[in-house]
C-alpha cells in the first residue's frame, strides 16, 4: 500500500510511545490520521502538531470504541490502516508469598481481567471494526488489496518474565490471532501483521534512571541499547509496503530472548 493523502488511518495508543511515532510517520508521509488514546490532553496535542484527528476511546468498551471510529471517520473517511498499539502492563505473580509474613495471596483476578480486556479485547475490537469498514472500499492495486490492520504484540508473549502473567497471556493472545484474522480477511483484500517488540523505549522505560535504561540496553544482544520507537514505525511502513507480509509475526528485538527476571 502506498502511503499519502488518499489514505486514512487510525493509530489506538496514539499519545506517546509506539502508537506516537507511529501516528507521526505516517501523517509525514500524507496519511490522514485518527488517534484513540485515554490522555485526553496529550493525545489532542500530538493530533495538532500533525494535523490529525484525536478523540479519548477506551478500546475495552465496546461502546467507545463504535463511538470512536464514528468520529474519526466522518473527518477523515473510512481509514485503510488499523495499528492497534493501546495497551498496558501490571505486574503481579499467578500466586505469591510476602517475605515478611508469609502469607500467601492469589493473583488478583481482577488486574488480569483489565490487562487482558485493554491489551487483547481491545486490539480485536478495534482490528474487527476496521475490518468491516475495510471491506466496504474499493480495492487499491491489482492484488486487490484494501486495508491493513497491524496489531502489537510482545516479546513476552514467547520469554514472559516472572510476573508477567497477564501481560504475556494478553500479548500471547494477539500474537495468535494474526494467522486467523488474516486468513479470515483474506478474500476482502485486507491484510494482518504483527510486531512483537521488545524493550523498547516507551514512556514506561523513559521513567527509569538513565543507568537503569542503560543497563536493559545492554541486554540486548546488537545493538546493545533500547529500541526506539521511530524504529517501530519504520517496521509499519515496510509491512504496508511489502504486500506479501501477511498473517505474520514479527520480533522486533535485537535477538534478545528474555531472562525469567
Known sequence: MKLSSDIAAVVTGGASGLGEATARALAAKGVRVGIFDMNEERGQNVADDISGIFTKVDVSSNDSVDQGIDFVRAANGQERIMINCAGIGMGMKTASRKRDTGEISAHDPAVFMKVI?????GSFLCASKSAAGMMSLDPTDPD???????????????????GQVAYAASKGGILSMALPMARDLAREGIRVA??????????LLQGLPAEDQDSLGKQVPFPQRLGRPDEF????????????LNGETIRLDGAIRMAPK
Open 194 to 203: 504483527t510486531i512483537a517488540h521488545a524493550l523498547s523505549l516507551t514512556p
Open 144 to 162: 486487490g488489496e484494501r486495508g491493513v490492520i497491524i496489531n502489537t504484540a510482545s516479546v513476552a508473549a514467547q520469554d514472559g518474565q516472572i
Open 233 to 244: 514505525a519504520g517496521m509499519v511502513g515496510h509491512i504496508f509496503a511489502n504486500t506479501m
Open 117 to 121: 480486556e485493554i491489551n487483547l479485547i
